[in-house]
Structure formats: structure tokens, C-alpha cells
């Protein structure tokens, strides 16, 4: 499986940015592409992810109401969508998958950044005016 996150950039704050991740090389049925950050110093967090088969969503409770995932299957592409950016946003962010012949092991995978096992290189997000 491979990944690539793109799309990133100097954003003032409350400006919006979309990041893209291409995916492919899967081989089960059923995946899911998350969304992760690292700041400077910190951990690295899960932000959203998404299930190929349905389009479920999962979001961290810190970006709920900004952040916006969403998939385009023909092109294999995953999208994050940010609003009203803050400075606390500045990161790299990274998509990550992981895939399953069942279904039921990706949607109940989906917010357990640890099932995420394929990485793609990060795109970096800077916030600031």
C-alpha cells in the first residue's frame, strides 16, 4: 500500500485548506485512511479517518465541527478539509491506512490509531499570520 499526502502550506488563521492523500495498492476489500498530525515536541494524533466500504467517519473530539474528511473511490483519493484554521493546527500531517478482508474489523478499527500500518510521507501545515 502506498501513500502520499499533499496539499499543505502557510495559512493565516480562520483561512481553510484542503489536503489530498492518494492511496493504492490494496489488496483486501475493506480499508480505512486516517488522517494523523505531529506538532513540534508532541505526540503524533489521529484526526479523522474514513472506511472505504461506506464512507463512515471518525473524528477526534478537538477537531469536530472544523475538519472534514471525505473519499472520491474512482480516484482513490482522501481529502481533509480544514476551516477556520488556528495556529494550534501546525503540523505535518500524514495519512495512514490499514485493510481487512471484514468489514466489521475496519469500521470498528476506524478510531484505533493503532490498526493504522501503512504510512505515506507527510505534508507540512503552518498557520500563522
Known amino acids: 500500500v502506498q501513500l502520499q499526502a499533499f496539499g499543505g502550506g502557510l495559512v493565516q488563521p480562520g483561512g481553510s485548506l484542503r489536503l489530498s492523500c492518494s492511496a493504492s495498492g490494496f489488496t483486501r476489500d475493506y480499508f480505512a485512511i486516517g488522517w494523523f498530525r505531529q506538532a513540534p515536541g508532541k505526540e503524533r494524533e489521529g484526526v479523522a479517518s474514513?472506511?472505504?466500504?461506506?464512507?463512515?467517519?471518525y473524528y477526534a473530539d478537538s477537531v469536530k465541527g472544523r475538519f472534514t474528511i471525505s473519499k472520491d473511490n474512482a480516484k482513490l483519493m482522501v481529502y481533509l478539509q480544514i476551516n477556520n484554521l488556528k495556529p494550534e493546527d501546525t503540523a505535518v500531517y500524514y495519512c495512514?491506512?490499514?485493510?481487512?478482508?471484514?468489514?466489521?474489523?475496519?469500521?470498528?478499527?476506524?478510531?484505533?490509531?493503532?490498526?493504522?500500518?501503512?504510512w505515506g510521507r507527510g505534508t507540512q501545515v503552518t498557520v500563522s499570520s
Open positions: 474514513i472506511s472505504s466500504s461506506d464512507g463512515r467517519t
Open positions: 495512514a491506512a490499514f485493510q481487512s478482508v471484514l468489514q466489521n474489523i475496519v469500521l470498528n478499527g476506524l478510531g484505533n490509531y493503532r490498526m493504522y500500518d501503512y
